[in-house]
Each structure stands twice: as structure tokens, then as C-alpha cells.
């Protein structure tokens, strides 16, 4: 066997916490080694992905937080949904623009190529219902990195802002955790969520605009997350669940972005200044996590 991959194998170990590596690091490397193929010489992606999840799972119960990477799955139901809603009212009310409506040039009845990227989200709640989502999530992500980058490159496409791209991208990687084989209802449950919000959230909103003007839709999205997170936490500490507070905690970050977005004026204010003042409550929401890693191993020591 390549020494080089046994090297290249336990260097990835150093993810795990060291008293797991001296504990188990031989047997995980030599597990690997065993189903790799002949003449390989790096890890798969794969192998590098589950060992990475590993060390974060053994990491989080060395500091008796298990019940975060539990309550993943949970808050993935919730962003999925909101995600899927917020595509859709943004490609309705933003993306689909009539002549008579906006005199501009345009790519086909879209007004940019962001269309491509919220007809992309529109898959994983439709995907869900018939095996796994995390496929179409990633392909959703893919999509709308590209056009972030793209959009502005192409005639007549002023592109995506990232102020509204960077609460839709913190969705959708907390929509990777949705379970790969949920149970009946909860494959059913994202699309009826995502249906009943954007219905309601159309309803509201009846004029199109920019996408400095289409706040409802952002607070509507970070309303369902606040609505989902508060009841969930609920009833796990109401049973005493040790997810209790996680499934809150994880949406946090994309809630307050989407808030962020949603209480912005309705003109357009430098760029930079806007991005600036979404940076720090972003960033305040992301520290909450490792901070409750931290505190919940402090309370758990003898």
C-alpha cells in the first residue's frame, strides 16, 4: 500500500480530538486503507467528507454537545422550506417582468440570470418527496454561486445583489442536514411549508419591484424559521431532549440575515455600506454557536 496515503489519511485525523486519534487512529486509517482502490493515492472526497463529519461529531461530544449535530436534521426542515418560498416570491415578484412592466432588455421573460438560480431551489422540497434532497440542494448552491459570479458578466443582467444571496446560500447550507430518508410526512412537509409561505407571502405583495424593494418576502422567510425554531426548541425541552435550544441556535444565522435584509429601505444605499452593516449581526449570530459549544461543556464538567 502507498505510504503516501497512509500519511495523507492520518493527516485528516487531525480533525478528531487527540485522545480519539490515539485511541482509534490506527484502526479508522488501516479501515480506509483496506477500501481503497489499488494504485490510489489520495483520499476520496467522500472519505475526506465522512471524516471530517466524524471529528466534528467526536469533537461535539468530547464537550458534551451532542444534541447540535442531532438537531441539524431539524433546522434543515425549516431552511428548506424557507429557502424554496424565498426563490419563489423572488422569482415571481423580482425575476418575472413583463414589458409593460419594466422597459428594459432582458433575457426572456427573466429580468437576469438569478432566475436560474431560484427555478434551482424550487427542486429539493419536489426532490424530497421522492428520495434524497442533498443532491438538488448542492446543485441549488452551485447555481447560485455561478450566477452570483456570472450574472454581472452577461448583457443586460445587473446580476444578484449579495445581500440577497448570502442569506439564501446560509439556508441552503443548513438545508444540507435534511435527512436522506425521512419519514412520509416529513418528505411532505417542506413542499406544504414552502407552498402555504409563498402563497400567502404573493398575497401580500402584489406589485413587483427590485430587489431592494421585495423586504416581505425576507421577513416572511425569516418569520418561518423564528415560527419552526421557537416550536421545535419548545417541544424538545419541554420532553428534555438534549437537542433542547440547538434547532433555534442553528437558524439563528440565516434569521438574522434575512431580517437584515427584510428591515433595509427600500432605495438603494451604497453597496458596501449595506454589506457592512449586515456583517455584524451576521457575525454575532455565527459566534453564538461556538459559544454555546463552549458553554454547554463548562456546565457538564464535574
Known sequence: MNPHLRSRYRALLRCYPAAYRAEHGDELVDMYLDLAHPGQRFPRPGDVADLVRGGARQHLRARQATGLADALPLAAMAAMPAAAALAAVLLLRVEYVPDMVFQIRHPGPFLSLGAFAWLAWLLPPVTALAGPARPAV????????????????????????????????ALGVVALAFPARPAAWLRLAPLAAAAVVTALTLAVMRVPGTYWQVHTAHLAAAGLLATTGLAASGVLLARRDRRGLWPLLILLVPMVLLAQVGVEPATRPDLIARLVRAAAPGVLALAVLPLAVLISGRRQRP
Open 138 to 169: 448542492w446543485l441549488a448552491l452551485a447555481v447560485t454561486a455561478g450566477i452570483t459570479v456570472a450574472g454581472p458578466l452577461a448583457p443586460y443582467d445587473e446580476g444578484v445583489p449579495l445581500f440577497v444571496v448570502v442569506p439564501q446560500l
